[in-house]
């Protein structure tokens, strides 16, 4: 009895060991993280649709102190979650939503994320140019007299809107809306 004790009691040290030393750890990524990706083609509101799947691909490794959780050549599925068409006044615009992540290995895990180029998750979506300018005349006092310039503003009416999209190769960020556990 005393001998399954010593056992059981040794064996349960050596586990808790190498579980300490780094053995069986997992490296998190928060909720917030940039990771840099790229696709290899054209995604564009002229050709996609919402709910269409898109593929990403990491340019290098993403490492978390020692632990390479990211590996370089990731790929990263999600779909089109938002896809505006261009209209008057204001160019057409794409969101794109990530729900998995493939490992070089084929390893597939599930990761929550969206693309965002650095200021806004929303690619495209500003205003067209003006279609026209009008001359206008500003009127102001000096010290001594009344004077003007004359200056060109937008008329109002503005160009058709340009289709948005993503070129080949072109730098974008994943931002994990939360976080992404990577058991190594």
């Given at each position: 009895?005393?001998?399954?004790?010593?056992?059981?009691?040794?064996?349960?040290?050596?586990?808790?060991?190498?579980?300490?030393?780094?053995?069986?750890?997992?490296?998190?990524?928060?909720?917030?993280?940039?990771?840099?990706?790229?696709?290899?083609?054209?995604?564009?509101?002229?050709?996609?649709?919402?709910?269409?799947?898109?593929?990403?691909?990491?340019?290098?490794?993403?490492?978390v102190d020692e632990t390479n959780?990211?590996?370089?050549?990731?790929?990263?599925?999600?779909?089109?979650?938002?896809?505006?068409?261009?209209?008057?006044?204001?160019?057409?615009?794409?969101?794109?939503?990530?729900t998995h992540i493939t490992l070089?290995?084929?390893?597939?895990?599930?990761?929550?994320?969206?693309?965002?180029?650095?200021?806004s998750d929303m690619i495209g979506?500003?205003?067209?140019?003006?279609?026209?300018?009008?001359?206008?005349?500003?009127?102001?006092?000096?010290?001594?007299?009344?004077?003007?310039?004359?200056?060109?503003?937008?008329?109002?009416?503005?160009?058709?809107?340009?289709?948005?999209?993503?070129?080949?190769?072109?730098?974008?960020?994943?931002?994990?809306?939360?976080?992404?556990?990577?058991?190594?």
């Amino acid at each position: 009895m005393k001998k399954i004790v010593l056992s059981i009691t040794f064996v349960s040290v050596l586990i808790l060991s190498l579980y300490t030393k780094g053995y069986c750890q997992s490296a998190v990524l928060d909720k917030g993280t940039f990771i840099l990706v790229n696709t290899r083609k054209i995604l564009s509101t002229e050709t996609l649709q919402e709910g269409d799947r898109v593929y990403f691909i990491s340019p290098a490794d993403v490492w978390v102190d020692e632990t390479n959780i990211v590996p370089k050549n990731s790929i990263f599925t999600g779909y089109v979650s938002m896809l505006k068409m261009p209209v008057k006044g204001v160019n057409g615009a794409l969101k794109f939503k990530i729900t998995h992540i493939t490992l070089p290995n084929g390893e597939t895990k599930e990761f929550n994320g969206k693309i965002t180029d650095g200021n806004s998750d929303m690619i495209g979506g500003e205003l067209a140019p003006p279609a026209s300018y009008n001359k206008m005349t500003h009127l102001y006092q000096s010290r001594w007299h009344w004077s003007g310039t004359t200056q060109w503003v937008p008329s109002g009416e503005y160009e058709y809107g340009r289709h948005r999209g993503i070129k080949p190769g072109q730098n974008l960020f994943i931002e994990l809306e939360s976080p992404y556990i990577s058991n190594q």
